[in-house]
């Protein structure tokens, strides 16, 4: 399945959906959203990965990236829902501490 | 050659990636003793922590031998056999393209959240064998063994 992801801003929060999968080849489609919340100095980014199946180092790299520079300008971001194959991979690389899941 | 072995070849691109990790996730369902093919309309079924495991490793290292060994050559093929048994897996990749030190590279350091570089520590962390052999052509060997499910305990209960 490939990604499918969809933006909702409801006041100051930012809804994130990723769904499918999340890798090397999808990746970079999430770039230029991630441009935007940055740019929009967006102040809550919820990431709901309930409907992420799978998920690749290019695609931590992808959360890792908005993690920090949401951060950078002041934000702050909550990943939820994260199962399976995402959630093993994110405590491997310790950043379902991070993500608080 | 063994009649039991899975093989395929094609092309060393990550245009065939999923082609590929759909074959390694398959291959995991048959030694669970799943029938492969049942459900292949349903997407990936990677839930299972043995297809986890081994599906999220051979992902990182397709991706780094497409990306980095293959880069610049002409139609390069990778060659994928896959032995699958009941005992586990071992699925053996090689490619045509550039040698590689797995030595040179580090481990990352996870309380930087990084970035990149986080590949090779997936698949070993994840698998029981991560060994390469430069060629060419080169060759990655990616091994798990299955720990089959204890039945639990007979308990005798006993009325009065």
Known sequence: ?101 | MDPRTIRMTAPCSLRHRALAVRLVAEACRLVRGERSGDDLAAGYDVRDPFDVAVVSAFAEIYNNVALHACAGLVDPQIELAIAATPDGITVEMTDPGRRFDPESVRSPDLDALPEGGMGLHIARAMLDVVDYEPGPPNLWRLSKRRVAAVDPPVVATRTA
Request: neutral net charge; aromatic residues 4%.
């Open chain 1, 1 to 101: 399945m490939p990604i499918d992801f969809a933006r909702a801003d409801q006041g100051d929060t930012t809804n994130l959906r990723i769904a499918g999968t999340l890798d090397v080849l999808t990746a970079p489609g999430l770039a230029s959203t991630i441009e935007q919340i940055v740019e929009e100095r967006r102040p809550k980014v919820v990431v709901d990965l309930s409907g992420l199946d799978l998920i690749d180092s290019s695609g931590v790299a992808a959360l890792v990236a908005l993690y920090k520079r949401v951060r950078a300008v002041g934000g702050q971001v909550q990943v939820t829902g994260a199962r399976d194959q995402p959630l093993a991979i994110f405590k491997l690389l310790r950043m379902d501490k991070v993500f608080l899941l």
